[in-house]
Each structure stands twice: as C-alpha cells, then as structure tokens.
C-alpha cells in the first residue's frame, strides 16, 4: 500500500501516519522530518529555499512502496501531483481546533506571527489544493482510533 496523508498543521497527520503504519506492517515517513529541522531550515534558506528541499524530498518519497507518508501543510501544492498514484486522505479541522491543537509551539514557521491569522489565511490560500487532493476526514473532535478507522474505510 501506497498512502499520502496531507492536511494543515496540526489536523493530526503524523499521528494517524504512525497509527496506520503500525496497524498495517508499513513504513512511515513524515517529509517534515526528511528535510532536517523546518525551523532551522527555514531560518537558513527562506520558505522558497525550504520549499525546493520540500520537493526533492517528495520525489524521493514518492518512488517507494509499502509507506505512509505525511505531507508537511504545504507539501500538496509543492508536489501533491507526485502522489496521483497513491492512494490519499485529507485530514481537516476548524481553525480553532487547529490552534488548540497547536498551543505555542514555536516549530512551525508558516504560523510566525499572529498565530489565529496565519491559521485562517492558510486554511483559506490551501483549501482549494487539499480539496482537488482526495477525500476529508474531519478530526475536530475524534480520537485517533476513530479516524483511523475511517480513514481505513477509504482505502
């Protein structure tokens, strides 16, 4: 199985990535975590700079078998067309849920600043994508078992 979980930050990919992978006897990759420290990247080379090593670890990903794979809250737009093979989920939540979820971490660049703004103005520049990307699995008030299954029910 070949799956790619997109969705924004916070909604729960990585946790649903590791469940899946688990249950299923497969590998999981967050590409996050394939580029190095987002933080730190994006303070050395700028979004654009972080953005092309984004790509590059998406092709990477995107040859491999018998994975689950997250997409960092950009990943759709950078490269979603990589994935048109696989099989694929979008996790959603409201914005209030999201920013909940998130509280004060500092390891998200893209939501620098006023932290409600950001969310809501990259839910509304990204919707589109994710929309075009695959089908919803809305996690604003599920635990993870249950999206789990849901999401399994997809596939």
Same mark, same amino acid.
């Given at each position: 199985?070949?799956?790619?979980?997109?969705?924004?930050?916070?909604?729960?990919?990585?946790?649903?990535?590791?469940?899946?992978?688990?249950? !299923?006897?497969?590998?999981?990759?967050?590409?996050?975590?394939?580029?190095? +420290?987002?933080?730190?990247?994006?303070?050395?080379?700028?979004?654009?700079?972080?953005?092309?090593?984004?790509? #590059?670890?998406?092709?990477?990903?995107?040859?491999?078998?018998? =994975?689950?794979?997250?997409?960092?809250?950009?990943? =759709?737009?950078?490269?979603?067309?990589?994935?048109?093979?696989?099989?694929?989920? *979008?996790?959603?939540? @409201?914005?209030?849920?999201?920013?909940?979820?998130?509280?004060?971490?500092?390891?998200?660049?893209?939501?620098?600043? +006023?932290?409600?703004?950001?969310?809501?103005?990259?839910?509304?520049?990204? #919707?589109?994508?994710?929309?075009?990307?695959?089908?919803?699995? !809305?996690? @604003?008030?599920?635990? =993870? +078992?249950?999206?789990?299954?849901? *999401?399994?029910?997809?596939?």
């Amino acid at each position: 199985m070949r799956l790619v979980i997109a969705g924004p930050s916070g909604v729960g990919k990585t946790t649903l990535g590791v469940e899946l992978a688990f249950r !299923h006897g497969l590998r999981f990759v967050d590409v996050d975590a394939e580029i190095g +420290d987002p933080p730190a990247v994006f303070a050395a080379v700028g979004e654009a700079g972080f953005r092309a090593l984004e790509r #590059r670890a998406m092709e990477r990903l995107a040859v491999l078998d018998d =994975v689950v794979v997250a997409l960092g809250g950009g990943g =759709v737009a950078v490269g979603g067309a990589l994935f048109d093979a696989w099989r694929r989920v *979008v996790l959603m939540a @409201d914005a209030e849920v999201l920013l909940a979820r998130l509280g004060d971490a500092t390891n998200r660049p893209m939501l620098s600043g +006023d932290r409600r703004e950001r969310v809501l103005a990259l839910l509304a520049a990204r #919707r589109g994508g994710w929309r075009a990307f695959g089908p919803w699995v !809305h996690t @604003d008030a599920l635990d =993870v +078992d249950t999206v789990t299954r849901r *999401v399994e029910a997809m596939l």
